[in-house]
């Protein structure tokens, strides 16, 4: 594949550094309460919160690259694919912005230890809406993960169905 038909190497490379915080901070999540009272689980709920901050910063480097310099491709798929793809991916950057902001959320209203070094303030002692704000993270976490692997998952049908060169699009070139 030529390069004028893959993506640039910052596009590619922010695209999997994303799905690669996705997919650890949702699996830090899942396991955050394992760990005992104390400095083990304010360490696992700081990984946690460090990967969604990194995730913040990627997220923007990633809309500002897009909206400018970043290589721009043909559509892929014809109508009605392309409509659908379009959608899922306007879908995963929505959900994870305001996945990000809740997250945030949830950290302030808790008043969360980060590393022993400092405490967010804890904005909130509405516990019914530091719940909701956490039972709302907790859904988008899943949604996000289920669209993202619906996404992987057309991806594989273009690579191994269709035989179009889409993920290769996707993939750096081996130097």
Known sequence: MQDSQRYDRRTIALHWVTAMLVVLSWGSAQVIDWFPRGWPRVDARSTHITMGVILVGVIVA???HRL???RKLPPADRQPLQ???RATHYALYGLLIAQLALGLAFAWSRGDNIWNLFSLPGASADKTFRDTVGELHAVVANVI???AGVHA???LV???????GVLRRMLSEKR
Do not use: K, P
């Open 62 to 64: 990633r809309i500002a």
């Open 68 to 70: 400018g310099s970043g």
């Open 83 to 85: 409509s659908v793809a």
């Open 145 to 147: 993960l289920i669209l």
């Open 153 to 155: 998952a057309a991806a």
């Open 158 to 164: 273009h690579h191994y169905l269709w035989h179009d």
